[in-house]
Nanobody, 118 residues
Framework: QVELAESGGGSVQTGGSLRLSCRTS????????MGWFRQAPGREREEVAR???????TYADSVKGRFSISRDNAKRTLYLQMDSLKPEDTAMYYC????????????WGQGTQVTVSS
């Protein structure tokens, strides 16, 4: 059973930083592609970043240059470093996972709230 547990959310002012963590129960974590999504009230869910099992990364245009996704395979943990935060980054952030052969992210965490005030 795959379990994802996010932490690290909170409230910061514009320009601040936060580091989200996602601890997983995935025993073969190395074989999973991982990512972060976010959803703000009244807005559609948005893919923020993803990190493949071979280290390839993609980012939403809105966060390029400010966010950085990484993973620690030994700790089976995913991270999202968020710098230069803006009020429009305010959202619930979800850690997601999928097997390398899967077409979509099948596993979702409960989410962690990020609030950026101006």
């Amino acid at each position: 059973q795959v379990e994802l547990a996010e932490s690290g959310g909170g409230s910061v002012q514009t320009g601040g930083s936060l580091r989200l963590s996602c601890r997983t129960s995935i025993y073969n974590f190395n074989d999973f592609n991982m990512g972060w999504f976010r959803q703000a009230p009244g807005r559609e869910r948005e893919e923020v970043a993803r990190l493949g099992r071979e280290g390839q990364t993609t980012y939403a245009d809105s966060v390029k240059g400010r966010f950085s996704i990484s993973r620690d395979n030994a700790k089976r943990t995913l991270y999202l470093q968020m710098d230069s935060l803006k009020p429009e980054d305010t959202a619930m952030y979800y850690c997601v996972a999928k097997e390398w052969w899967s077409h979509e992210f099948r596993y979702w965490g409960q989410g962690t709230q990020v609030t950026v005030s101006s």
